[in-house]
């Protein structure tokens, strides 16, 4: 529940116009949950000073006869049992050239933005949760509504900083933002190392929804499964998961015992464009009958699997503060992790898993010996649980609250 000091506040700021294409929608149900829980808990702290949080989806299509399907789109199922049946969403279609037309793409985001006026009065502040496009399109929409907007970066929109033209472009607009939120000290040092003022920056870190993210003792737990979630996307190094894992495998083919009573099993769940690669590389690796893939779930199953697993994987190239990692270690799952984004700072070896050196040259060696110490450890789980217990979206969203009242803002 809000405090006594934010609730003063939000007498002013009562209405937060929330952009980002990280939101589910209908034809991706899980995408950007993150944002989902973040925007349900700011939408329960401002329904105490009768105000509301209204979402703006920008939905990147190069079709036009799907434009007004989109419009017509209403939130999916994930969306309302979250917060409810009162949020506002208007999901907006947005022209997009895939690759050639990627550095112009804020201007469609402008052009789309501008049919959607009428949804946007009213706002007291934006928050704009992702660099590019959204961030430089909702900057332009504040500025047309005579408000202040906030910009929330997450990981690797970061490295649209290092991109000439794109670089540019977000450099101005995250300097004319009222500020900048991040969600680990690590993305500041980033954001700082590329030329932004500390001053503007403000560390936010993710939450987790312990409603669904928690220990079930009537879960019985098989400390053989070995579970990796998330996009199977080159960034998230899924085959460096499967490789790591083979060489587990004939470890404990060669004579090493695996703890008793396990069979060793690597779930992965999520889907991506590496989907059908990995399949065949898991053949390659003769390790097809221990591999299961099994798609994008909800997030309730990713909680089941989370609690039925032995441990969590992250195989990470590039992250800020990873979701994944904070859920698993509230449900009392040991996590082995590269060294990405503020992991170090959530991970600590022996106590709630272990940290893996990360870089281009990161050997799936390194990652199989971390996975043989973390399956012969002792883990106490309400040490693990306990480990991520500042994690917590309410008060994420309070804090945010905070920062963008008008007496921060000035």
């Given at each position: 529940?809000?405090?006594?000091?934010?609730?003063?506040?939000?007498?002013?700021?009562?209405?937060?116009?929330?952009?980002?294409?990280?939101?589910?929608?209908?034809?991706?149900?899980?995408?950007?949950?993150?944002?989902?829980?973040?925007?349900?808990?700011?939408?329960?702290?401002?329904?105490?000073?009768?105000?509301?949080?209204?979402?703006?989806?920008?939905?990147?299509?190069?079709?036009?006869?799907?434009?007004?399907?989109?419009?017509?789109?209403?939130?999916?199922?994930?969306?309302?049992?979250?917060?409810?049946?009162?949020?506002?969403?208007?999901?907006?279609?947005?022209?997009?050239?895939?690759?050639?037309?990627?550095?112009?793409?804020?201007?469609?985001?402008?052009?789309?933005?501008?049919?959607?006026?009428?949804?946007?009065?009213?706002?007291?502040?934006?928050?704009?949760?992702?660099?590019?496009?959204?961030?430089?399109?909702?900057?332009?929409?504040?500025?047309?509504?005579?408000?202040?907007?906030?910009?929330?970066?997450?990981?690797?929109?970061?490295?649209?900083?290092?991109?000439?033209?794109?670089?540019?472009?977000?450099?101005?607009?995250?300097?004319?933002?009222?500020?900048?939120?991040?969600?680990?000290?690590?993305?500041?040092?980033?954001?700082?190392?590329?030329?932004?003022?500390?001053?503007?920056?403000?560390?936010?870190?993710?939450?987790?929804?312990?409603?669904?993210?928690?220990?079930?003792?009537?879960?019985?737990?098989?400390t053989g499964i070995i579970l990796w979630v998330g996009n199977m996307v080159a960034i998230k190094r899924p085959d460096l998961a499967l490789r790591a894992f083979a060489g587990l495998t004939r470890i404990h083919a060669d004579g090493y015992p695996t703890p008793a009573g396990t069979r060793l099993q690597?779930?992965?769940?999520?889907?991506?464009?590496?989907?059908?690669?990995?399949?065949?590389?898991?053949?390659?690796?003769?390790?097809?009958?221990?591999?299961?893939?099994?798609?994008?779930?909800?997030?309730?199953?990713?909680?089941?699997?989370?609690?039925?697993?032995?441990?969590?994987?992250?195989?990470?190239?590039?992250?800020?503060?990873?979701?994944?990692?904070?859920?698993?270690?509230?449900?009392?799952?040991?996590?082995?992790?590269?060294?990405?984004?503020?992991?170090?700072?959530?991970?600590?070896?022996?106590?709630?898993?272990?940290?893996?050196?990360?870089?281009?040259?990161?050997?799936?060696?390194?990652?199989?010996?971390?996975?043989?110490?973390?399956?012969?450890?002792?883990?106490?789980?309400?040490?693990?649980?306990?480990?991520?217990?500042?994690?917590?979206?309410?008060?994420?969203?309070?804090?945010?609250?905070?920062?963008?009242?008008?007496?921060?803002?000035?």
């Open positions: 529940m809000a405090s006594l000091s934010v609730m003063v506040r939000l007498r002013s700021v009562r209405t937060v116009l929330f952009v980002s294409n990280l939101f589910p929608r209908p034809d991706a149900p899980r995408n950007g949950m993150f944002n989902l829980s973040f925007v349900g808990a700011m939408q329960a702290q401002l329904a105490l000073a009768g105000g509301a949080v209204n979402v703006l989806v920008p939905v990147p299509e190069w079709r036009p006869w799907r434009w007004r399907l989109i419009r017509r789109w209403a939130p999916p199922a994930e969306v309302t049992a979250i917060v409810g049946k009162h949020l506002r969403v208007q999901y907006v279609p947005c022209f997009y050239l895939p690759l050639i037309g990627r550095s112009l793409s804020f201007l469609w985001y402008r052009f789309a933005f501008c049919r959607v006026m009428n949804f946007t009065r009213g706002s007291d502040a934006v928050v704009a949760s992702w660099l590019y496009p959204d961030a430089l399109a909702a900057v332009w929409l504040a500025s047309r509504l005579g408000k202040p907007c906030w910009i929330r970066l997450h990981g690797s929109d970061r490295f649209h900083l290092d991109s000439p033209i794109r670089g540019r472009l977000c450099r101005r607009v995250l300097s004319n933002a009222a500020g900048v939120l991040v969600n680990a000290d690590f993305m500041k040092n980033e954001l700082v190392r590329r030329g932004i003022q500390d001053a503007c920056i403000s560390v936010v870190p993710n939450g987790v929804d312990r409603t669904v993210f928690h220990p079930d003792q009537n879960q019985t737990r098989d690597l779930v992965m769940v999520g889907a991506g464009p590496m989907r059908r690669r990995l399949e065949r590389l898991a053949r390659q690796l003769a390790i097809e009958n221990q591999v299961t893939f099994s798609g994008c779930l909800s997030r309730g199953e990713v909680a089941s699997w989370m609690r039925r697993s032995g441990l969590l994987l992250l195989t990470s190239r590039s992250e800020g503060m990873p979701n994944v990692v904070i859920e698993a270690l509230a449900c009392g799952t040991p996590v082995v992790a590269t060294s990405v984004g503020d992991v170090p700072e959530i991970v600590v070896d022996d106590v709630n898993g272990f940290v893996v050196r990360a870089n281009d040259e990161t050997l799936p060696d390194d990652v199989t010996q971390a996975l043989m110490k973390a399956l012969h450890a002792s883990w106490d789980r309400n040490a693990v649980q306990a480990s991520v217990a500042v994690h917590d979206w309410p008060r994420a969203a309070e804090c945010v609250l905070s920062i963008i009242s008008p007496e921060n803002a000035d």
